[in-house]
C-alpha cells in the first residue's frame, strides 16, 4: 500500500522560503506522478504543482509560477516543492498525492495523498 508522508512545513516570514518534502513508501515513486496541494482557511482545494514520472514534466499554479519549483529524486523517492518569495496568502496545509504517471494540477484525478503539512507566512 502506497503512503505518502509531508513534511517542511512550519511558520516563514514573507520573502522567506520553504522546502516541502513528500516521501513516500510502499511503492516506488519511478512510475508516479505526484501533485501538491494546498487548502487554506475558508477556501477550496488548489492545485499548486506536479511532476510526471519518467519524463519530469511539470506544472504549476499560476498563482506560484516563478517562485515554486517541484523536483524529484527517485533514488530517495521523494518529490520536493521549493517555495520562494513567500506571501501571506501562501498560507495553508500543503499535501502531496499521487497517481499514474501524468501530472495533473486536479485533485479528483489523484488516488493516494498525504497527511498534510502546514505552511504558515507571516510576519
Known amino acids: 500500500q502506497l503512503q505518502l508522508v509531508e513534511s517542511g512545513g512550519g511558520l516563514v516570514q514573507p520573502g522567506g522560503s520553504l522546502r516541502l518534502s513528500c516521501a513516500a513508501s510502499g511503492f516506488t515513486l519511478d512510475y508516479l506522478a505526484i501533485g501538491w496541494f494546498r487548502r487554506a482557511p475558508g477556501k477550496e482545494r488548489e492545485g499548486v504543482s506536479c511532476i510526471s514520472s519518467s519524463i519530469g514534466s511539470s506544472d504549476y499554479a499560476d498563482s506560484v509560477k516563478g517562485r515554486f519549483t517541484i523536483s524529484r529524486d527517485n533514488a530517495n523517492n521523494t518529490v520536493y516543492l521549493q517555495m520562494n518569495s513567500l506571501k501571506p496568502e501562501d498560507t495553508a496545509v500543503y499535501y502531496c498525492?499521487?497517481?499514474?504517471?501524468?501530472?495533473?494540477?486536479?485533485?479528483?484525478?489523484?488516488?493516494?495523498w498525504g497527511q498534510g503539512t502546514q505552511v504558515t507566512v507571516s510576519s
Open positions: 498525492a499521487a497517481r499514474g504517471y501524468v501530472c495533473s494540477l486536479v485533485g479528483h484525478d489523484y488516488d493516494y
